[in-house]
Structure formats: structure tokens, C-alpha cells
């Protein structure tokens, strides 16, 4: 039998990251919502009308605009200000979830630039702004 | 999948059961535990919880649906992985054709089942030589702009052309999906162990190869690559497509990686994962930012990919997967045809009786019987 390979530490790096960061947004997604319902009056949006309006089909404006008694949507990153509301919570978890691959794509770029793969690293930070733009940006 | 125990392997879950306090069974029982609380036990719960006078309604009924998409996603997540469909060319279609939800809700919803599954497999594969990071990398760049592109084209169609918009979208989704159902009948052109005989220039430059110990072998599988300009190009409309749609890109990612670049098989399917799940982190934002992703309505999706990527990567199977393929394939061909007469009559061209889509779907099924004996 062959001896295996060494696995490179960029990849278990990269694939420990982004696994831990879902893992712990998942739960903050699983419990936000329970929390939203527990107490109610501690929310950003009303919870119970949520699916109401998505089922009937309509637009995310609207959604937002009922939810939050005609106000517009706040943002992607409302949770920062409104924690610990429930719906906060349930948002920080999200969040969490859609952004892990900017500290995984940004972190193994700093080992490809300590390791002096300049191609790789250059690679690794421009997937890491395109996610920051998405983000924050455009 | 079993470590051994003096001379006999343990099956995976005597392991997890002997091995709870040590990672990943850990982490796994926790989120497990987690969710059979928030939606099963809460469910219960509920149904004593008093909602608020100026409610519109009772806890348990919001319950129920937060149990319901919860589930609705684990089924998926797991069905999607184990058929090798995904999970975002099933949900987009479906609800898009049998549901009355606004199709951009739709699609971010789309992004989330197709992202969190291939996420929450990384951890694992990576330590694996399988999960060739560089390579994921190097497709990742068309990918997250290809479907950073998408999702801004599909919040752009959906404000301008309204629900003239909408209709023009299904037929075209009908239109791809039921290409995907004759590509998936046909099976596809694949090859375990493609033969690269010489690496290009462009190839060669960004060192992508990573060997790896494949078991069933018993040896290191060491593997060249080529055409990697070809395959940026393919995997950018892949990403455009994806994007715009909600859908994954594994079912294109792989066979484009094996047929295009001359992946191995494995390796192609561990780095599809990989690239898709962390390029569509730049997709999914657009969505994010215009308020599609209704948290309370999210958060169970995003739940059920999580638990049903982590269950069914350890789940061993007694029913032949393909087997389950053949009944997908036939409800995505049901599925074209409903997104294509909702599309027509969303467009005010026509409405098809009810005896025809019934007869669609006599035909849909004899195409499943068709495929099981073949199959045989």
C-alpha cells in the first residue's frame, strides 16, 4: 500500500472554517426564530405574518413594508444594531452562513503569501473582495 | 463507513455513539439535538403558547410552517446529494411551477439549499486529498462573478418587466430543466480516470494538480489537467445561469471538470462542492441585499441543507440511489411542463386544459417505468 500524500494545511484550513462558521450559524438559525415567537414584542418584524406574505406571493418590498409597519428594508446587516432580538438572531445566523468564505478565501491567502504562491494568494483575495463587494458594495 | 474495533469494522453509527464527546460526532449531535428540539419538540410546545391579541395568528401555526420548510429542505438536501442532482435544480423548478411565491423569493431560497449543502460537506473532504483547494480556487473566479452577475440580472427583470418578467423566466427555466431531464436520461459523458496526455501553458502555470490516495485502488492517484481557459469560460455562463436562476451548478461543475478539464471523477464531484458552495457567497448577497432572504422563512432552509448534508454524508444506503435518480428525473420533466404552461399564462398566451397536463403526466411516469427496466 502506498503511503498517502500529505494533504496541503490550506486545505483542511479552508474546509475547517467555512464547516464551524455553518455549524454555529445554523444554530443560531434554528434557535432566532423560537425566540422571535417566544417574545414577540422583542422583534424588528413581526413574525406571524411572514409566511402569509410570502406564500401569497408577494414582492420582498412589500414583504418588508408589512413586516415592519411601513417602514423599508433595513439591510442585510440590521442584526448589528437589534441584538439580541429574535429576528437579529435568526439574521446574525444567516449572515453568518452566507459570509464563511470571506475569512476562509481571505485567511488561506495569507498562508498562500506565507508559503510565496503569489498566483494563488492574488487569486485567494480576489475571490475575498469579490465576496466583500457582494457584501458590502454593489 | 467504520473504524475498526479489534478485527470488526463498526458501522457508522456504533462509532458516533462510542466516540459522542469527540469531534465531528460532537458537533453533530448537538446540531441534531438542536433541531429535533426547535422542530419537533417546539411544534408541540406551541400549540400551548399563546400568541399576542394583535397577531394574525397562533404560534403553532407559524410553527408548523417553520417545521415544514425545515423539512421540505432536510428531504431535499438529502435526496438532491444522494441522486447527484442538488438540491437547488429541485426546489428552484418545483416551487417555481407549483407554488404562488414571488420567483426572486423563490430564487434566493434557491441559493440557500443549493449553498449550505456543499458547505457543510468542505469540512470533511478537505481533509481528503479529494477537496483540491487550488482547483476550486481557480474555477471560483468565473463562478462568483458569472452568478454575482446572475443574481443582479434576476433582481434587475423581475423590477422592470414585473410579471411579464416572471412568465418569460419560467418558460425559459422549463426550457433548461427540461434539457438537464435529457441529459440525465442520456447519463452524460463520464470518465473515472480521464487521460491527459500534456498540460497547456495556461494549465500548467497555475499547478493544479494534488494527488490523492484513492482506497478502492489502493494507490496514489496522481492526475494531469488541461483546457482550464475552455473551462473558465464554461463554468461563467454555468455561474450566470446558476445565479439567475437559484439553481446549483453541480450538475454542469462536474461534467465540465471531468469531460472539459480531465478531472477524476471523485475529485471533480469533491471541488464542485467546494467551489460552488463558497462562489455562491458572492451570489447570494444581491438577494440578500434586496430583502429577499426573509429571515424566519430562511433560517429553517438554511437548517434543514445544514443537518441533511451532515446525516447524509454518514448514512449508508440500502436502496439503489439510482433508482431514486429515475423518480427525480420525472418530476423535474412534470416540473418543465408546469413552469412552462405557468409561464404562458402568466404572459396572458394561453391556458392548457386540464386533460392535457394530466396526460403530461401519464407520459412522465411512463418515462420513469421506462428508465427502471432499462435500468434492470
Request: proline share 5%.
Amino acid at each position: 500500500m502506498e503511503q498517502k500524500p500529505k494533504i496541503p494545511v490550506e486545505n483542511i484550513i479552508c474546509g475547517q472554517i467555512l464547516y464551524w462558521i455553518c455549524i454555529i450559524g445554523s444554530w443560531l438559525a434554528m434557535i432566532g426564530p423560537i425566540i422571535s415567537l417566544l417574545f414577540p414584542e422583542n422583534n424588528l418584524s413581526s413574525p406571524y405574518q411572514a409566511f402569509d406574505l410570502v406564500w401569497g406571493g408577494k414582492k420582498p418590498a412589500e414583504i418588508w413594508n408589512v413586516l415592519l409597519s411601513g417602514k423599508n428594508f433595513p439591510g442585510p446587516h440590521f442584526w448589528i444594531h437589534h441584538l439580541p432580538k429574535g429576528d437579529a438572531i435568526t439574521q446574525l445566523g444567516l449572515w453568518l452562513g452566507c459570509s464563511c468564505a470571506l475569512p476562509a478565501t481571505f485567511t488561506i491567502g495569507i498562508i498562500y503569501l506565507f508559503k510565496k504562491d503569489f498566483v494563488f494568494f492574488i487569486i485567494s483575495m480576489g475571490v475575498a473582495f469579490m465576496i466583500f463587494y457582494a457584501m458590502f458594495g454593489g | 463507513m467504520g473504524k475498526t474495533h479489534g478485527t470488526v469494522a463498526l458501522p457508522w453509527w456504533k462509532e458516533a455513539i462510542k466516540n459522542w464527546y469527540k469531534f465531528p460526532w460532537i458537533e453533530t449531535f448537538i446540531t441534531c439535538l438542536i433541531a429535533l428540539c426547535v422542530y419537533i419538540g417546539w411544534l408541540f410546545i406551541s400549540w400551548t403558547v399563546k400568541a399576542p391579541p394583535e397577531a394574525t395568528h397562533s404560534v403553532s401555526y407559524v410553527s408548523a410552517w417553520i417545521s415544514g420548510f425545515f423539512f421540505i429542505s432536510l428531504g431535499i438536501g438529502f435526496l438532491g446529494t444522494l441522486c447527484g442532482i442538488g438540491g437547488g435544480v429541485l426546489w428552484s423548478p418545483i416551487a417555481m411551477a407549483f407554488t404562488p411565491m414571488n420567483s426572486v423569493v423563490i430564487r434566493a431560497c434557491g441559493l440557500i439549499i443549493a449553498m449550505f449543502n456543499a458547505l457543510v460537506a468542505t469540512g470533511p473532504l478537505a481533509k481528503t486529498g479529494l477537496c483540491n483547494i487550488r482547483l476550486g480556487l481557480f474555477f471560483m473566479i468565473p463562478i462568483a462573478l458569472g452568478a454575482f452577475l446572475g443574481a443582479k440580472s434576476a433582481i434587475y427583470v423581475a423590477k422592470v418587466f414585473g410579471v411579464a418578467g416572471e412568465g418569460v423566466i419560467r418558460i425559459i427555466l422549463a426550457l433548461i430543466i427540461f434539457a438537464l431531464c435529457f441529459y440525465f436520461i442520456t447519463g452524460g459523458k463520464k470518465i473515472e480516470y480521464p487521460e491527459v496526455k500534456k498540460e497547456d501553458r495556461f494549465t500548467a502555470f497555475f499547478k493544479l494538480s494534488l494527488p490523492y490516495y484513492e482506497p478502492s485502488l489502493g494507490k496514489v492517484v496522481d492526475y494531469k489537467l488541461h483546457r482550464g481557459l475552455w473551462l473558465w469560460i464554461a463554468i461563467f455562463f454555468v455561474g450566470l445561469i446558476g445565479g439567475f436562476f437559484g439553481m446549483g451548478g453541480g450538475w454542469a461543475v462536474v461534467p465540465a471538470l471531468n469531460v472539459i478539464m480531465g478531472c477524476p471523477l471523485k475529485v471533480a464531484a469533491a471541488v464542485s462542492m467546494t467551489g460552488l458552495g463558497m462562489g455562491s457567497c458572492a451570489s447570494v448577497w444581491p438577494y440578500f441585499r434586496a430583502g429577499a432572504m426573509i429571515p424566519i422563512v430562511v433560517a429553517p432552509l438554511f437548517a434543514g441543507q445544514v443537518v441533511g448534508g451532515i446525516i447524509g454524508s454518514y448514512v449508508l444506503i440500502g436502496i439503489r440511489a439510482v433508482f431514486v435518480r429515475y423518480i427525480l428525473i420525472g418530476t423535474l420533466l412534470f416540473t418543465s411542463f408546469g413552469l412552462f404552461t405557468k409561464g404562458t399564462q402568466l404572459l396572458g398566451w394561453f391556458t392548457l386544459p386540464t386533460w392535457v397536463r394530466l396526460g403530461w403526466a401519464l407520459v412522465c411516469v411512463g418515462v420513469v417505468i421506462w428508465l427502471f427496466k432499462k435500468g434492470k
